[in-house]
């Protein structure tokens, strides 16, 4: 049981260039989502998804898009990438919430981290 | 809209003895819930409790509890008997708004001295 797992471990790239980051899960979770950690401002949310062919705006989207074909995987794209994206990008996923909890345990991947020069 | 801080940029304690972690919350949701994650140095976020706006009692995991002060809107994780071990960023956050979605506090740097 992996839990999830995120390629790539750690990527540069120039500035303009696109990218693919991939997620996946194997808890058969219906929730995923995709954070940004940047020096002293914790983990911000950048896209979420509450099931296979879904996809929602977090806090900060912009310049990101993704997909999720499969319940398993979720997929961060990243068209032109900028400076301004050089972060440490994180995957997670949750089960369903449940009637008597208001909140569900994320799950977190080990992170990617991209430099953009 | 819901938000987390944390006052505390960085904490040390000696080893064995207890730590509290401070968080405040503010949200006008009544229904909610507050969660705990530690990240190493290694980077992972790793799940250390949950609180819900509903539980009676305080949660506990382990060595570590939540001191949950509903009417003054603060959530302080306590860690009992500090290890070398539990060095690391810990960060508070909060449910946002459905589908699970959470908000993070900037987070606090534990050092446990021996």
């Known amino acids: 049981n992996a839990g999830v797992t995120q390629t790539p471990k750690f990527r540069v790239l120039k500035t303009g260039q696109s990218m693919t980051l991939l997620c996946a899960q194997d808890?058969?979770?219906?929730?995923m989502y995709w954070y940004r950690q940047d020096p002293g401002m914790g983990l911000r949310l950048i896209h979420y998804?509450?099931?296979?062919?879904?996809?929602a705006k977090g806090e900060v989207p912009d310049g990101y898009n993704v997909s999720r074909l499969k319940k398993q995987n979720f997929l961060l794209g990243l068209e032109s990438a900028a400076p301004s994206q050089t972060s440490v990008y994180f995957c997670?996923?949750?089960?369903?919430?449940?009637?008597?909890?208001?909140?569900?345990?994320?799950?977190f991947g080990p992170g990617t981290r991209l430099l953009v020069l | 809209a819901q938000k987390i801080t944390q006052t505390q940029p960085g904490m040390f304690v000696q080893e064995k003895e207890a730590v509290t972690l401070d968080c405040t919350y503010d949200?006008?949701?009544?229904?909610?819930?507050l969660f705990w994650y530690k990240q190493p140095s290694s980077g992972e976020m790793i799940f250390l409790i949950y609180?819900?706006?509903?539980?009676?009692q305080n949660a506990t995991e382990g060595r570590y509890s939540l001191n949950f002060q509903k009417a003054r809107k603060s959530a302080n994780l306590v860690i009992s008997a500090s290890q070398l071990g539990d060095s690391a960023m810990y960060f508070c956050?909060?449910?946002?708004?459905?589908?699970?979605?959470?908000?993070f506090g900037a987070g606090t740097r534990l050092a446990v001295h021996p």
């Open positions: 997670a996923s949750s089960q369903l919430l449940v009637q008597h909890r208001v909140g569900e345990t994320q799950y």
């Open positions: 808890m058969n979770h219906e929730y």
């Open positions: 998804s509450v099931g296979e062919g879904t996809t």
């Open positions: 949200t006008s949701d009544p229904s909610y819930g």
């Open positions: 609180q819900g706006s509903y539980d009676q």
């Open positions: 956050a909060i449910i946002s708004g459905g589908y699970n979605k959470l908000i």
